[in-house]
């Protein structure tokens, strides 16, 4: 101590001095600064609160009107709130099919596009293929929706012919899984390179080809990752609007034929919402009791879909 | 695993490699199954955009006057105008635009079309239809309406960009719209750059990852990112339109719009949208910051504002600004929560503040394409080659931007 302080020290000072002049000085400025910073980080905080005070506080209103009971949300299959029926079937039940026949798309292309970045092409094509898949994910949804309305309907009237309805749920599920694709095979891709390469060369010195490599090895070691990738896929397609709300069709209606036009959550939500909505109409308390079961059914698919893709990422690490 | 001995049992290695081939093949175009159809999508827009159409006049110009109307004077223009409109349409159209006598050739020869010829677009081909079976098309035009004239159009042209919302799609542009986009990106910017830029240094630079109430941020912050962005609309609509209606419409600063559904609700909630988005991108580029690089600035001595503020920032800069533009034109593009928000098709001043009512580019396409006639879907695809044309041009910016960063490390 005695050494390390003599250097320092000034004719007029006592050693207590010298340390005194060494200690921390309060910064004000630095303090502030941090404190700030943590209020922008905050500001998230808000808007989950916000998001969830808001859809609970006017889905509360929305259950307690004359009529509506939560039993009869669930299970009844009529949605009119305007006239008292207010069961959420139908609108579920189209978003559930246009969603599913977007995975149809977005699972097998999603996928097979991860493999081929991943295992097959040369770094060349890579630098290529990936931002021309980031351009295609970031082509704006009403675009899709447009795409879906004046393209793949009439496409889709070839084969089906008039059996197929102007608004229907299959052009506008098979476009939102176009637009997924990018989602799923970036997420997925991921996971395919982490996976460690000595399995790779395990695989070949046994004789295995590439395909076989890929799909048998590779593939089911990051399984949990490909999957975690789906069900980000699947929360995107729910929450998706803009595509549905053009081209699946405006009016709820309680089928499973994806010919037929349906209106999903979103468009549900989209449409009433898209005149000037008058404040504390069941209709305006209705969008957030359907926006309330929409963020719940995202928010639970996203927690697991990171779940997932933590546990990968602690086994490889 | 017990699959694999049964392929390699039952095939010989040729129809391994084969199987091998094949499904590369299937892989290949999985890949490009995205671009194919992006590139089938343009096309339709272009289809769209530029078509065969046969306008009739309810006037026509030739009893107007015996020579072309861009060939009159703007004496001549004048007289034609007055002898064929009501006092009562010349005064507002003097009260609105400018007095006749102020116009010059083209203002006027523009009013003389939109007012008293008024050519109506009957029926329209897409391009590559109309170059195959031309005269077939002819014939059908002229069988339904006989007088219509049958020229190639454009629908994208200067003067959409510059002409005002309209019911009638030969008369309507985009004015409005792209400027409202604007005001509402100017607005998410200033708002959610300091704070998702701030929020990403706290939780990369000062936050103590073991602490809960740092995991809690941060997983929070996942989760709001990948919140549909239709309940950022309904949050939108609840706080900023409709709670804090009194400030978003102006009305505490005496300039009051009526409602809440301004421009100012439109960019807050826009903001908060992105937030997620460029906390999570812009903590990216931090964390790509050489730890060397602030241990050399703690070594001399700086405090830990000084080392973020001249050291590491200017290193993260390049990153932070790629994803900041890649946010940017996500929102450009995003429509769902405007919907929510209130904009609105029928606006047809410019916006003069930020407590203005709004339309945005791409919410003038989605309302365009719901429309039953069918000429508004031919503006609609005009509006998204705007549209496409500015994302894409801030892609490439940012892919340019990443390109110099990655090699500069």
């Known amino acids: 101590m005695e050494v390390s302080l003599r250097h320092l020290k000034r004719p007029e000072e006592s050693a207590l001095d010298v340390s005194r002049r060494l200690q921390k000085r309060p910064r004000w400025g630095e303090g502030f600064i941090q404190a700030f910073l943590f209020f922008c980080g905050a500001v998230s905080i808000l808007t989950t609160i916000g998001i969830v005070y808001e859809l609970g506080k006017e889905a509360l209103l929305f259950f307690q009107m004359p009529g509506v009971t939560l039993l009869e949300f669930f299970t009844k299959t009529e949605w009119q709130p305007t006239v008292g029926r207010f069961g959420v079937l139908p609108l579920v039940s189209a978003t559930l099919v246009t969603t599913v026949i977007a995975m149809m798309v977005a699972v097998p292309f999603g996928l097979g596009a991860a493999i081929y970045l991943s295992e097959y092409a040369s770094e060349k094509a890579r630098k290529v293929l990936k931002p021309a898949l980031e351009v295609l994910a970031g082509i704006p949804t009403v675009v899709y929706g447009y795409f879906a309305l004046t393209t793949v309907t009439p496409f889709l009237r070839i084969f089906f012919g008039d059996a197929i309805n102007i608004y229907n749920m299959l052009s506008a599920g098979l476009t939102m899984g176009i637009m997924i694709i990018p989602l799923v095979a970036s997420v997925s891709e991921d996971a395919l390179h982490s996976v460690p390469n000595a399995l790779r060369e395990g695989a070949y010195a046994m004789g295995a080809t590439r395909l076989e490599t890929s799909l048998q090895v590779v593939v089911p070691a990051a399984l949990s990752g490909i999957i975690a990738g789906f069900i980000l896929g699947f929360s995107r397609a729910i929450g998706e609007t803009m595509i549905v709300a053009i081209a699946a069709g405006a009016g709820p209606n309680f089928t499973f034929n994806p010919l037929k036009a349906a209106e999903t959550m979103t468009g549900y939500i989209a449409r009433i919402s898209g005149g000037d909505v008058a404040y504390d109409t069941p209709d305006y308390n209705s969008i957030f009791a359907i926006g309330l079961l929409l963020f719940g059914i995202s928010l639970v698919l996203n927690i697991i879909s990171r779940r997932i893709s933590a546990r990968l990422r602690e086994v490889y690490e | ?409």
């Open chain 2, 1 to 409: 695993m017990n699959r694999s001995v049964v392929l390699s049992e039952t095939g010989n290695l040729s129809v391994r490699h084969q199987w091998g081939k094949f499904f590369q093949g299937l892989f290949l175009f999985s890949t490009v199954i995205g671009l194919i159809v992006l590139g089938i999508l343009i096309v339709t827009v272009v289809d769209k955009t530029f078509t065969l159409v046969a306008v009739t006049n309810k006037v026509d110009p030739a009893t107007l006057a015996d020579r072309p109307l861009e060939e009159l004077s703007e004496e001549e223009l004048r007289q034609i105008l007055r002898e064929n409109l009501r006092p009562a349409r010349l005064r507002t159209i003097e009260r609105d635009q400018a007095p006749l006598d102020e116009m010059n050739q083209a203002d006027l020869t523009a009013l003389v079309t939109t007012e008293i010829v008024k050519p109506t677009t009957r029926a329209s081909y897409p391009l590559f239809q109309s170059l195959t079976r031309r005269a077939e098309i002819e014939a059908e035009i002229r069988s339904e309406y006989p007088d219509a004239q049958i020229y190639f159009k454009a629908w994208l042209t200067w003067d959409f960009l510059q002409r005002s919302m309209s019911t009638k799609p030969d008369l309507a542009g985009v004015r409005q719209a792209v400027k409202g986009s604007l005001w509402i990106i100017f607005i998410t910017i200033l708002v959610a750059f300091p704070i998702g830029v701030g929020a990403a240094i706290y939780l990369e630079e000062y936050a103590d990852h073991r602490s809960r109430i740092n995991r809690i941020l941060q997983t929070n912050i996942e989760n709001l990112a990948g919140v549909p962005s239709i309940i950022y609309g309904i949050l939108g609509l609840a706080v900023f339109v409709r709670t804090l209606a009194l400030i978003t419409s102006g009305a505490v600063f005496g300039v009051d719009a009526g409602s809440g559904r301004t421009i100012l609700s439109g960019g807050l909630t826009m903001a908060l949208l992105v937030l997620p988005i460029l906390i999570i991108s812009s903590q990216e580029a931090l964390r790509a910051v050489p730890r060397s690089l602030r241990e050399a600035s703690y070594a001399m001595g700086a405090t830990r504002w000084q080392t973020i503020w001249h050291h590491v920032l200017p290193y993260a800069l390049p990153g932070i600004l790629t994803g900041t533009i890649l946010t940017v034109s996500r929102a450009l593009g995003e429509t769902a929560p405007l919907i929510l928000v209130g904009a609105s098709s029928l606006i047809n001043k410019d916006p003069q503040s930020v407590f203005s009512f709004f339309t945005t580019l791409p919410f003038q396409i989605y309302n365009w394409t719901v429309r039953p006639q069918p000429e508004f879907r031919n503006i609609a695809a005009a509006a998204i080659l705007v549209l496409l044309a500015v994302l894409l041009s801030l892609n490439a910016t940012a892919i340019v931007l990443r390109n110099r960063l990655s090699k500069r490390i």
